[in-house]
């Protein structure tokens, strides 16, 4: 009995925390471009906005 | 499919008074842009690198999904229409959409998948906790614990089938308030009834209680809703990307030589425009003067760009491609060709949309029967004298027992077996009742080019040309993106031939490829006046009509001639035949001239075809056959069928087609054959016939279990075990779809 005490707030709260992950998500855009996603991964050239800008001002 | 195109009558002036340049404050404006041509993460690096460079821009974020770019810009230093034209000298065409109705049915994708995901949490912790009472039913588990796991199914049951159980309450009530019943009728009523009965258990602490049952159905329907509705939306924001072709910029020509910038909505008949190369023409017209390739393939569906000249008719949304030209205008804006076809497009889908599902069908003639059932077994039960209580646990537990588990998978669970099949054999179905209309069709109604023909041009003499001239053409062809040059290429590399790209090729527009050659004189690749066979009396008459492309090398030898053909698919003419001798009418209906189409048809083996159709002849066309009692089947490609496939009692398009009439069509077919076609409608018959099959399982069921129920036989656990054991031989029965052996 003991153990249900904190098993089965433990079981809910993990899957809570799935749940407001994928809402999180879905919240922030995340599965917007799913296309564009898959090719984004590959352009390892392309510098974050703000390290462009420092870049941009060095010069 | 539902397709709403909404055409918004105020968004080129909102376009045309969002302007930045007219507006003095600085705040940071976006815009949304649809990209025609990004396809590739290429594209979208691309365009998102020359904008970033570009002056005023604060942040770009491609979409290669939706094929839109969301940019943010400072409407001091730079406005929509620079930024189109920094995209358009990128090689990209873009066009702004009106972002007001954008986020609409985006919204409504959002909420679906929202409900979805709470209904899958509820619906995974609610069966954990089940799992537990069940195997506590065979050991020891104290009535507290048991009790305590109903309130937590409880807790978690009830907010969740208010919360995602709403689409089918609100579709339920809709279909109430216009006295009808739709399959959303029965749900709603057997979610409310478990869930509020299992509550009412619960507290008077019995054992057996079916919140896991009722947030299951929840969660394995929205799933079904979602994938429908988001197809709706991609079919959605297609058209608005459409729509968004025919607004834009164009340069018009006043009578006395001065330009001026005027939105497309402006445009009017009889106003000269001018059309730079790489620029969309805003309007069906005639050219004036100068003298291009046109790219047509929005409206056509023809990857050959078409040659014009003074005199010659262009059409609104096609690319003027290689020189600039001036175009007098004889249609605009909502008279134009393309303005047509989305209008065309928009009544046809409206047509569609009055079709009745087998599902709603069985659902109009199940729920009154279901509902009455109940109400007797409660009067009877009070007639006998058992108390109203009695009676009314009598009677939900009939409700119950018939809750239409089996019922709502018959069809679903078909489908699904169905789609996955065809998948794997290279046909995407994007209707969700696609295959219902598919299974009634009797007569297949082909579009010719880049339908029943593969759509780029391919290379029909090469026997007669020998390997020199063909690597020197060749080498010449590298330099050039026409279809022509391409299909000159691909023949010397299929017969093996080492080709060394030429250095210095000038490629003139609308007339061919020039090389000088270091020891003088030019080698030429192009039309017959660009060869100077016009004026070549060794050349007869006939072999210059039916050349297109020539190849005349330096020092002035003999001109050889290129010719090319449009081939069938390799299966075209089998296809055809597979499906006449089954029963099915076969009928061409093509846009192209009357020699092309009678020598497809007589190589595909097709008696019926008509030649030179409009859009809206097409449509005459499939009306004329519907009345002649014929359901008909609509294969086609181009923008041109897009409004014949939306108005087809069902439709299928290739994978080549334009993004347009692949929305516009039921599947899609991928790859080079035409076989899966048949494949489909013999998949589709058999969906229909094992829908049925389903219906008569889920109705034999009901039939033993109802008198049962109704008798009041039927402890809750038996209800239980019943309802299961009916969806799983539904759901077995279907996946035996995936294996079938099927002939058509």
């Given amino acids: 009995m003991t153990a249900l005490a904190w098993l089965i707030p433990a079981a809910l709260a993990l899957g809570l925390l799935g749940l407001v992950a994928f809402l999180w998500a879905l919240r922030t855009g995340q599965f917007e471009d799913l296309d564009g996603a898959a090719y984004r991964i590959l352009d390892d050239d392309e510098p974050p906005n703000e390290e462009r800008d420092r870049d941009g001002s060095q010069e | ?744």
């Fill in chain 2, 1 to 744: 499919m539902a397709f709403a195109v909404d055409i918004d009558p105020g968004a080129a002036e909102r376009t045309a008074t969002g302007e930045p340049l007219e507006r003095p404050q600085a705040k940071p404006e976006s815009a949304v842009l649809a990209i025609e041509n990004m396809n590739c993460g290429g594209c979208m690096r691309k365009i998102e690198r020359v904008l970033e460079d570009a002056p005023g821009i604060a942040s770009v974020r491609a979409n290669l999904s939706a094929k839109r770019v969301t940019v943010a810009f400072d409407p001091q230093n730079t406005g929509t229409e620079t930024i189109i034209q920094t995209l358009a000298e990128a090689g990209f065409r873009a066009a702004n959409l009106a972002h007001n109705n954008l986020d609409d049915s985006n919204r409504a994708d959002r909420d679906l998948l929202r409900r979805l995901a709470v209904a899958g949490f509820a619906a995974a912790n609610i069966m954990l906790l089940s799992v537990s009472v069940w195997a506590g039913l065979a050991s020891d588990m104290d009535a507290e614990i048991q009790s305590l796991f109903h309130w937590l199914s409880a807790l978690i049951a009830i907010p969740t089938v208010a919360y995602s159980g709403q689409p089918f309450f609100r579709s339920a009530a809709t279909a109430l308030n216009a006295w009808r019943l739709n399959m959303d009728v029965p749900i709603s009523l057997a979610l409310l009834l478990a869930t509020g009965m299992s509550l009412v258990q619960t507290m008077r602490g019995t054992e057996h209680v079916y919140f896991d049952a009722s947030v299951s159905l929840v969660f394995f329907l929205l799933i079904g809703r979602y994938l429908d509705q988001s197809l709706r939306s991609r079919a959605k924001g297609a058209a608005q990307n459409l729509i968004g072709m025919k607004s834009g910029w164009a340069t018009v020509v006043a009578d006395d030589g001065t330009t001026e910038r005027l939105p497309a909505r402006a445009l009017l008949p009889g106003m000269r425009v001018l059309v730079a190369a790489g620029e969309r023409i805003f309007v069906d017209g005639v050219i004036q003067s100068g003298r291009t390739d046109i790219d047509e393939q929005l409206i056509t569906g023809e990857s050959v760009p078409r040659s014009a000249g003074h005199g010659d008719q262009v059409f609104a949304g096609t690319v003027c491609l290689t020189a600039p030209i001036e175009v007098k205008a004889t249609a605009a804006d909502n008279d134009t060709l393309l303005a047509e076809i989305t209008r065309l497009m928009e009544t046809a889908e409206q047509n569609k949309g009055r079709y009745v599902r087998l599902a709603d069908k069985a659902a109009a003639f199940y729920a009154p029967v279901v509902h009455t059932l109940g109400l007797v077994t409660f009067l009877a039960w009070m007639w006998v004298g058992a108390g109203w209580e009695a009676a009314l646990i009598t009677a939900i537990s009939v409700l119950i027992i018939t809750c239409p588990c089996a019922l709502a998978l018959a069809v679903p669970a078909v489908q699904v077996a169905a789609t996955s099949r065809l998948f794997n054999r290279g046909v995407i179905m994007t209707a969700a009742d696609g295959l219902e209309r598919l299974s009634e069709i009797d007569t297949i109604v082909f579009d010719k080019t880049g339908t029943l023909t593969k759509g780029t041009p391919e290379l029909m003499n090469g026997d007669e040309i020998s390997e020199e001239t063909l690597s020197a053409a060749a080498a010449l062809a590298t330099k050039s993106r026409h279809p022509y040059a391409q299909a000159v290429l691909r023949a010397a590399e299929a017969s093996g031939l080492r080709i060394v790209p030429a250095d210095e090729v000038i490629e003139t527009p609308g007339a061919g490829l020039t090389r000088r050659i270091s020891g003088g004189g030019e080698e030429r690749l192009g039309s017959a006046d660009w060869c100077g066979v016009d004026r070549d009396p060794s050349v007869a008459d006939d072999a210059r009509a039916a050349a297109s492309l020539w190849y005349r090398p330096a020092g002035g030898g003999a001109a050889t001639a290129f010719r090319f053909v449009d081939a069938l698919r390799a299966d075209a003419a089998d296809t055809v035949e597979a499906l006449r001798s089954t029963g099915f009418g076969v009928v061409l209906l093509s846009g192209d001239q009357e020699a092309a189409v009678k020598s497809a048809a007589a190589t595909a083996g097709i008696e019926d075809w008509f030649a030179r159709q409009r859009p809206d002849e097409k449509i005459g066309q499939l009306k004329r056959l519907e009345a002649e009692g014929r359901c008909v089947l609509m294969v086609g490609d181009g923008l041109n069928d897009a409004p014949a496939l939306a108005a087809a009692h069902a439709s299928i398009s290739p994978a080549s087609a334009v993004e347009v009439s692949q929305i516009a069509s039921d599947g899609i077919i991928q790859g080079l054959r035409l076989a899966p076609l048949t494949e489909t409608i013999a998949v589709a018959r058999r969906t229909r016939r094992m829908s049925l099959q389903n219906f008569a399982i889920a109705a034999t069921y009901n039939a033993i279990c109802i008198p049962l129920a109704m008798a009041g036989f039927v402890t809750p656990l038996i209800a239980a075990i019943a309802m299961s054991a009916s969806s799983i031989v539904v759901t077995a029965n279907a996946l035996r779809l995936t294996t079938a052996k099927l002939k058509l």
